[in-house]
């Protein structure tokens, strides 16, 4: 849970500086395509090998005028066919997109661990969402281009982004220092609890003529591993109007850093609020984020 707080701020409080003003974030790189099978006939699948990359042929497919396949995102810069170097020609190849249609391919991650076998009809959806796919560097504001595996992102954090402060406990404040700056910025804080490690993000960014805040806790982990926490974030106000405390709070599950923060974003599935309410709860142009997790019962 997450609770942010107008208070008086304690000096071994830990604070976060703004990070540099938000960068172009990479896009998801595919992995290589890997063996697999269909139907009960393991090698069917290598029938649908493109030449070129290697990666499958797979609906709509065309051939050459001497029916040699090539797959849809190479045959746009080939000017020959890559096997006998004949015209490429506009001949759709009907019978192996029915073949095709019943062929169980790998998923294109099965070099990294992933054992599925899909229907080419569901291997975008299943790849988009695949936990064996790369992870990218879930550090926002950075432009960093790394990408690795699970068990690499939090040494690459520890090392290329040493500035990153990191918490212990379930129960930490998270405060977020001159949050009046202009433009798009992020302040970003790690929370290590239960074994496991938290990015905590507050993400400032300009629209539509104003600013508005989102406050987003991602697991360094997958989707499953997610399951297992909850966390409430509460803003308060020690200002009191009329009897009553200014209170904001927002209890979700964690995001995975396989989702990001501009997929939390893109849903509203995070805390958010504008500059106007970012100003009822700071002090001095700070803001304290009391952070809470906790294990979920029975996960």
Known sequence: MIKMEKMEM??????????????VKGRRSGGGGGGGGGGGTPDLASFFECPVCFDYVLPPIFQCSAGH?????????????????????????????KVAGTVLFPCKYSSNGC?????????????????????????????????????????????????????????????????????????????????????????????????QFFAIVQLIGSRKQTEKFAYRQVHTSVLELNGHRRRLIWEATPHTIHDGVSSAILNSDCLFFDTNTAKLFSENGNLGINVT??????K
């Open 293 to 298: 997790i906790s294990m979920v019962c029975g």
């Open 115 to 211: 054992g599925s076998l899909l229907l080419h009809t569901e291997k975008p959806d299943h790849e988009d969402a695949c936990e064996h796919r790369p992870y990218f560097c879930p550090c926002p504001g950075t432009n960093c281009k790394w990408q690795g595996t699970l068990e690499q992102v939090m040494p690459h954090l520890l090392i290329q982004h040493k500035s990153i402060t990191t918490l212990q406990g379930e129960d930490i404040v998270f405060l977020a220092t001159d949050i009046n700056l202009p433009g798009a910025v992020d302040w970003v804080m790690m929370q290590s609890c239960f074994g496991c490690n938290f990015m905590l993000v507050l993400e400032k960014q300009e629209k539509n003529g104003g600013e």
């Open 10 to 23: 304690p000096s071994m409080m830990n604070s976060v500086c703004p990070m540099t003003p938000m960068g």
């Open 69 to 97: 396949l090539v797959c849809s995102a190479c045959r746009p810069k080939l000017t020959c066919c890559p096997t006998c170097r004949g015209p490429l020609a506009d001949i759709r190849n009907l019978a192996m997109e």
